[in-house]
């Protein structure tokens, strides 16, 4: 039997299954690790082609290279698959160079959103040496054909949504086309993740991440979804989520869910189905999501709350009009408030997201930001410096101005800023974020609200390691 070791390499807390984000989460006020579903998702087809699968988020484990080196010499693996990020991919690389030099035949394989938008030429590069195959469309669909083809002595120019080696270089094969039936996926391989790792944040609890639909049809000039997961909106039926939800349930004993899509709350009608379903096998979980501020209404608000839905991650980016013209958001600052106030009756909580440091802005429009930010008074609140991702219209712009101070490619655009405006530089810009966080999270309104909703000594302790850790991050120099 060929084996198959999916792994997330010991290099910091990133979203790596996230792709469309990739967030440091050590540099995140308030955000919470989730589960690794792109190694669960491809470790289950592995697993249905009759591969024997091993999981490791490294990472998440508190693990270090050594253990790293142990997995691979006790295991064996036939397949190396690494889930990278854009800002670690370089560090990344030295996962397979150890590989390759315990097993030389060990065939290896990244996955990530960098190889999306990347050209051949840039994997020529030495450090990519070590590198078999890149996986440049939706990795879930892409790596059972890529497996197959070699398993059976395929060509892997047949497959396509990849990069392979020939020659010592890296070949591009036909682009990939997006899969219309979500439901041809098998549940990610749970049985082989530590789901204890993945948890609520306030209760500690464990929580899975569902992954319910993918595409945008909205054109936001910064977001990478168009290239991750395609501008049509992809849904996966009522019935094959809520069987994914009951398995986690009964299988798993888990009843915690962040619900996973570009963007929920689009499809009225498919929503409504959704929770019916929920309602219909009287499941008793909770579970958040992420919105935009429009389209939302109040029948379906709180028809999300009767299913159990407690919180929404809503993108409210800036309280510029302006703003929102230029990045293409597709809503006002008007919207923005009408959504917070239909979310708020609803008694749902509200993560609000701010993005900073557009070419445009000046310390202006930043102080507008972050007054709005306090009246509209959310829950949770994180201030992200705006990453000019390869592949994105927000890079193409500014690719070749003195505005792109780095490119994104093997640096921590969410620590150092890869950007600078015409008014600020990136050191000015990142000591504004930080400021802002100061202003709005440590101010004694924000704490005592905070403190009002802790129902229990566990969510004290997790409140106060979540407030610790934003403190360090914006005490930083």
């Not at 082989?192 to 054109?219: H, K, Q, W």
């Not at 640096?411 to 405006?421: G, I, K, W």
């Amino acid at each position: 039997m060929k084996k198959i070791l999916l792994f997330y390499p010991p290099i910091g807390l990133y979203q790596r299954g996230e792709d469309r984000c990739q967030a440091n989460m050590e540099g995140s006020a308030s955000g919470s690790l989730r589960a690794c579903n792109d190694l669960g998702y491809m470790a289950a087809v592995a697993k249905n082609l009759g591969l024997q699968a091993m999981l490791r988020d490294y990472p998440a484990e508190g693990k270090t290279w050594q253990d790293y080196i142990k997995d691979i010499k006790d295991f064996q693996p036939d397949f190396a698959l690494m889930s990278i990020t854009t800002a670690t991919i370089e560090k990344d690389m030295e996962a397979f160079k150890i590989a390759k030099e315990l097993f030389p035949d060990v065939v290896s394989i990244a996955k990530g959103a960098h190889f999306l938008s990347c050209v051949p030429q840039e994997l020529n590069k030495d450090i990519y040496n070590v590198m078999d195959y890149a996986i440049s469309g939706e990795a879930e669909f892409v790596i059972g054909e890529l497996l197959k083809a070699y398993l059976e002595n395929g060509p892997p120019g047949q497959v396509k949504g990849i990069f392979y080696r020939k020659e010592n270089s890296m070949v591009k094969t036909a682009e990939y086309e997006y899969v219309e039936n979500l439901d041809d996926l098998p549940f990610p391989a749970r049985e082989l993740m530590n789901n204890n790792l993945y948890v609520r944040p306030d209760t500690g609890e464990p929580m899975a991440t569902i992954s319910v639909a993918r595409g945008c049809p909205f054109p936001c000039f910064y977001c990478l979804t168009p290239v991750v997961s395609g501008k049509k909106l992809r849904k996966r039926s009522s019935k094959n989520i809520v069987d994914e939800l009951q398995e986690c349930v009964e299988k798993h004993n888990i009843k915690e869910f962040f619900f996973k899509a570009d963007t929920f709350t689009v499809d009225k009608n498919w929503v409504m189905e959704v929770c019916d379903e929920i309602l219909r096998r009287n499941l008793k979980i909770s579970w958040g999501t992420s919105a935009r501020v429009k389209p939302l209404d109040e029948d379906m608000l709180q028809k999300m709350k009767q299913a159990g839905c407690w919180l929404i991650a809503l993108g409210i980016e800036s309280a510029s009009d302006e703003t929102l013209k230029k990045i293409k958001k597709g809503a006002t600052k008007q919207d923005a408030v009408d959504a917070v106030r239909m979310i708020k009756k609803a008694k749902i909580k509200i993560y609000a997201y701010y993005m900073l440091g557009f070419p445009w802005e000046n310390r202006e429009h930043i102080r507008e930001t972050v007054k709005f930010a306090r009246q509209l008074n959310c829950d949770f609140i994180e201030f992200h410096i705006a990453v000019p991702f390869e592949g994105t219209e927000f890079y193409e712009q500014i690719k070749d101005t003195e505005f792109l101070q780095s490119r994104a490619v093997g640096h921590d655009s969410y620590l150092h800023p890869a950007v600078r405006t015409l008014y600020l530089s990136s050191e000015e810009i990142l000591e504004l974020k930080n400021s802002a966080l100061r202003e709005v999270c440590l101010s004694p309104a924000y704490i005592l609200k905070t403190l009002k909703n802790i129902k229990s000594p566990e969510e004290f302790f997790n409140y106060s390691k979540y407030g610790f850790r934003m403190l360090k991050n914006i005490l930083k120099k």
